[in-house]
């Protein structure tokens, strides 16, 4: 069984660019949610994909949008980059759709992005 | 929205057990309680999840008092491998409560030998 994996590893962007972070589900999942974790802080809950929609949103401004594909594969893309985006990018799948505080998620290891 | 408040730091030895607490006041009625794992580097490992009284599975148990409060992730007998961050969680079931799920800073359990 293929678990959650992210790419790329790691990432250096500049301010104002754009940037598209990729994940691959686990093998059955159909929900996937993203996070962001700066340095020394727990995760912060960005977005869920449920089956290609959007499933729920935390406290991200609208230049944080997201897509998930048929094979439930799903991307992050982040516009107009800024500093304070520099992080620790986190996806997670899980095998039905419920909240993401019940369902256990699987996590993949993260993109660590820096802006400069 | 319920908050979690965790200790920042705990240390302890091999061999030892380890009960780290989570406060979580503002629970509401169909909240369940989950902790992770964090290794540097890693993503988040889903431990052990509870609603109320014990809950124990291969690598820890999980105690919820009556008025769900606080509860304890107690780890038996830690190992150097344990040496990690613990968060809590605190949220409802239902997709509708996605956008509520609240990691917190969790805290940093070191092991020494």
């Known amino acids: 069984e293929t678990g959650v994996t992210q790419s790329p590893t790691h990432l250096i962007k500049t301010r104002g660019q754009q940037v598209t972070l990729r994940c691959s589900s686990q093998s059955g999942h159909n929900t996937v949610s993203w996070y962001q974790q700066a340095l020394g802080q727990g995760p912060q809950f960005i977005f869920q994909y449920y089956r290609e929609e959007e499933n729920g949103r935390g406290n991200f401004p609208p230049r944080f949008s997201g897509l998930q594909f048929p094979n439930y594969s799903s991307e992050l893309n982040v516009n107009a980059l800024e500093l304070d985006d520099s992080a620790l990018y986190l996806c997670?799948?899980?095998?039905?759709?419920?909240?993401?505080?019940?369902?256990?998620?699987?996590f993949g290891p993260g993109t660590r992005l820096t802006v400069l | 929205l319920a908050k979690t408040t965790q200790p920042i730091s705990m240390d302890s030895y091999e061999g030892q057990e380890v009960n780290i607490t989570c406060s979580h006041n503002n629970i509401a009625t169909n909240d369940y309680i989950t902790w992770y794992q964090q290794f540097p580097s890693q993503g988040p490992r889903f431990i052990i999840q509870?609603?109320?009284t014990k809950v124990t599975n291969e690598v820890a148990s999980l105690f919820i008092p009556a008025d769900r409060k606080s509860s304890t992730l107690s780890l038996p007998r830690v190992s150097l491998s344990d040496t990690a961050v613990y968060y809590c969680l605190v949220g409802a079931a239902g997709y509708s409560s996605a956008s509520k799920i609240i990691f917190g800073s969790g805290t940093r359990l070191s092991i020494r030998p």
């Open positions: 997670a799948s899980s095998p039905r759709r419920d909240s993401p505080s019940t369902d256990t998620q699987y």
């Open positions: 509870g609603y109320k």
